[in-house]
């Protein structure tokens, strides 16, 4: 069989389909029927393996940025038993998402994080990419708000780090993850946040009062 471009691209592009290559175009389609089968009887084992862990799941795939394989990598990694763990902090360190501290004179000189679990330091990188994209959310506030100030290679590690506490609790506490809400920060301390606006007013030449809004 001759084949020709209509178009009629170069020689190179003319050939001949031989037995040959029939023998291992199917030698390659039998390849990935048994890859798929491969595949097909893991995923069955591992459900079978997660089938007593299927509330953490669903608690864990609560969290940004943490997906159903997120979460069964998560429980893969971890075991699922925070009481190895004294507490959340412990979590991030094992996991590697707590930047190192090197700091002179009260200044930090380096946001480097210490080695640990790369498996989980991958997951976690991603999905704190993930969460961040979420304008409305806690984590996305989080993340403009220390950007603004540290850049975002600090702020990203400090996300992974808030998943990693978020992970712990999750899992310690056998509850779904909370949502703190974009203004968490505003509601926390909102002197600072009108002092904030004001700033921002005066830098564009005006002036605004602020005054409680009655029922």
């Not at 712990?168 to 002197?191: C, I, M, Q, S």
Request: contains cysteine.
């Amino acid at each position: 069989m001759i084949y020709r471009h209509p178009q009629g691209w170069p020689e190179v592009a003319e050939g001949q389909f031989t037995g040959h290559y029939a023998l291992m175009g199917r030698h390659y389609l039998d390849e990935i029927d048994r890859w798929k089968s491969v595949i097909t009887a893991f995923d069955t084992r591992i459900s079978a393996l997660l089938a007593e862990r299927e509330r953490d799941l669903a608690n864990l795939a609560t969290i940004p940025g943490i997906g159903r394989l997120a979460a069964e990598i998560v429980i893969a990694e971890t075991g699922g038993d925070m009481t190895q763990f004294a507490s959340a902090h412990r979590l991030a360190s094992w996991i590697g998402v707590c930047p190192g501290q090197n700091e002179s004179a009260g200044v930090n000189r380096s946001g480097r994080t210490r080695p640990g679990n790369k498996n989980l330091k991958r997951l976690l990188g991603i999905a704190a990419m993930v969460a961040i994209r979420k304008k409305d959310s806690y984590l996305g506030a989080f993340f403009r708000r220390l950007a603004a100030r540290r850049g975002g290679k600090r702020a990203l590690v400090a996300v992974m780090h808030k998943l990693a506490i978020a992970i712990w609790h999750v899992l310690h506490d056998k509850t779904p993850y909370r949502e703190l809400g974009a203004d968490h920060f505003t509601r926390r301390d909102p002197e600072r946040a009108m002092r904030r606006t004001i700033k921002e007013a005066n830098s564009l030449g005006l002036t605004i009062r602020f005054e409680p809004i009655t029922a």
